[in-house]
Structure formats: C-alpha cells, structure tokens
C-alpha cells in the first residue's frame, strides 16, 4: 500500500503563469513563461486508470491536471480549468517566446474532464462527480473536518470551469460546441443560486466569502453577466464594497 502525499506545485504555476500573461511582458520574461509552460504540459494526465477502471469506482482522468504533477494522478476540476485557461492563453502567444504549443486534442481531453465532472444541479465538484447521498457522512471518521465523504459542487471550481470553457469555445468554437454551450448556461445559473443574501459567495477552498465571491464573479463576467444585467453581480459589488476595511484593503 502505498499513501500519496501532495503540494500545490501545479496549482500555484498556473495562477502565477496567467499573472505574469497579464502583465504583457513576454518578450522580457520569455525563459520564466516558457519553463512554466513546459511545465504544464508535462503534468497534464496522459492516461485513464488501468483496466475497467469504471467498475473500481475511478473516474476519468486523462487529459486533466493535479494539485501538484502528473505523479499524483488525481484530476481535479479546477486546477484542470485554470491549467487549460493557461495553456490557451499560452497558444497565443509566439512559440518562439514561449516554446511549442500543446496540441489541440491534449486540449479537447481537458475539456472532456470538464464536462465530465458538472453535477445535474450545474455546479462542478472537485474530484469526482457528485450525487452520492449525504447519508454516507455518518460513516466520517474524521472529527474535525465535515463533509469529507461524498462529493460535492463548489462555486470555485464552476466558476473556473465556466472562464475556462468560454476562452476554450472562443479559439475552438466548434468542438462540442452544443455540450460546452449547456455547461456554461447550467454553471451559471448554479452559481447564481449559491449567492448568499448578503450578496457573496461561501468559498471552500480559501478564506472564505472574499474567496468564493472573486471566482464566482469571474465566472459569471466570463458568463457574459455585468453590473447591468445581473443582479447578482450587483448584490457582490455592494458586500464587496460593505465588507472593505478602513485601509483599503480586505481581510
């Protein structure tokens, strides 16, 4: 038996490689962009687990990212959204700079995994599809951390699916096209009804309402929602503005 363990290595090269796209300096910072690349694409998953993986109860795997580098094997949903926004982004930019660009069906396996992972309710979990019951908690052995057992969607991670899919069907536009397009409209509609009423968002993965309302107002922008035609967007602006510290800054 074996216990892996794991960092953030993946997760924080991708966040770090969209800030330094940013900044729009790529002639200047061309052997940093291409190391981080390359980098993302050594640590994309290139197979399924062996066998009937199915019937063991795993799930697709091939074409996503870890939390840390392929070694780890385990695909979870946002760092595979956040890697693939990167790696279009890089697509953009010139090979010479940046180095070879990934291929598209190594793109097309990431969006599988996408896809793959939405729950029926439009949100998108971490690691594996959810709709296993609640009632299954009861068998947590863990006192101090709750819900652990089952599945469940997150906003973070729809909201990177939905900016990952719609930068996707921009430069692809007629892959899985109709697929994507119901993705997109579900996710939303998701995130909108996990609003709270003070106007954000319960992050799962990070300090906590500031968390959850940044992803979940990048996703609905990249949705195509603004301050005008949203009011979601408008509740989150007043929190964000109620909730600013005399500083300046947030908490």
């Known amino acids: 038996m074996k216990v892996q363990g794991f960092g953030s290595q993946l997760w924080d090269t991708a966040l770090g490689l969209q800030a330094l796209i940013a900044s729009n300096i790529a002639d200047e910072i061309g052997p940093t962009l291409a190391k981080g690349y390359d980098y993302l694409k050594k640590s994309q998953i290139k197979d399924n687990p062996l066998g009937d993986f199915e019937s063991m109860f795993r799930h697709l795997s091939k074409g996503g990212w870890t939390f840390t580098d392929q070694d780890h094997g385990w695909q979870v949903s ?10 279009l982004q890089f697509s953009l930019l010139p090979p010479e700079i940046v180095g070879e660009k990934i291929v598209p069906e190594r793109l097309y396996e990431a969006v599988n995994v996408i896809l793959y992972l939405q729950s029926e309710n439009g949100g998108v979990p971490i690691w594996e599809r959810a709709g296993a ?3 299954l908690e009861w068998l947590n052995p863990v006192e101090f951390l709750e819900d652990v057992v089952v599945e469940y969607p997150y906003v973070e991670c729809t909201a990177s699916a939905i900016q990952a899919l ?19 409209i579900k996710a939303t509609k998701y995130i909108e009804d996990e609003q709270t009423a003070d106007g954000s968002w319960y992050g799962n ?15 609905l922008a990249a949705a195509g929602k603004t301050y005008g035609n949203c009011l979601a967007i408008r509740k989150a602006v007043k929190f964000l503005l109620n909730t600013q510290n005399d500083d300046g800054g947030w908490g």
């Not at 946002?78 to 790696?87: M, R, V």
Request: proline letters at 2%; one cysteine or more.
């Open 78 to 87: 946002d760092c595979t959204a956040e890697s693939l926004k990167c790696c």
């Open 133 to 135: 019951s609640s009632i």
């Open 166 to 184: 719609v930068l996707f069907k921009k430069l692809y536009p007629d892959h899985r096209k109709k697929e994507i397009e119901n993705f997109i």
């Open 205 to 219: 993965w990070g300090i906590c309402f500031l968390y959850g309302t940044t992803f979940s107002l990048g996703g």
